[in-house]
Nanobody
Framework: QRQLVESGGGLVQPGGSLTLSCAAS????????MAWHRQAPGSQRELVAT???????HYSDFAKGRFTISKDNTKNMVYLRMNSLKPEDTAVYYC???????WGQGTQVTVSS
């Protein structure tokens, strides 16, 4: 059974940093594109970043220069490092494997002073 479990969310002040983690089980992330999405209250879920099996990365415009997606195939983990956080980054962040339409339960990130 494929499963994705996010962790690392929390409350951070504007300008601060957080690293989100996603633990995958039931499949090998090294073979697939992995993604982070987010959903803010009252908004649709949106793509944050993707990383392919060969580590090619793509970022949505709001994430470029501030967020970094990475993975550790040996640990079957995906990460999202977020720097220079803004209040508008407040959302539930989800890890996903698009090929399997698999999603985690999400982790809340709140950026507030």
């Amino acid at each position: 059974q494929r499963q994705l479990v996010e962790s690392g969310g929390g409350l951070v002040q504007p300008g601060g940093s957080l690293t989100l983690s996603c633990a995958a089980s039931g499949f090998t992330i090294g073979n697939w594109t992995m993604a982070w999405h987010r959903q803010a209250p009252g908004s649709q879920r949106e793509l944050v970043a993707t990383i392919t099996n060969i580590r090619a990365t793509h970022y949505s415009d709001f994430a470029k220069g501030r967020f970094t997606i990475s993975k550790d195939n040996t640990k079957n983990m995906v990460y999202l490092r977020m720097n220079s956080l803004k209040p508008e980054d407040t959302a539930v962040y989800y890890c996903a494997c698009p090929a399997f339409h698999s999603w985690g339960q999400g982790t809340q990130v709140t950026v507030s002073s």
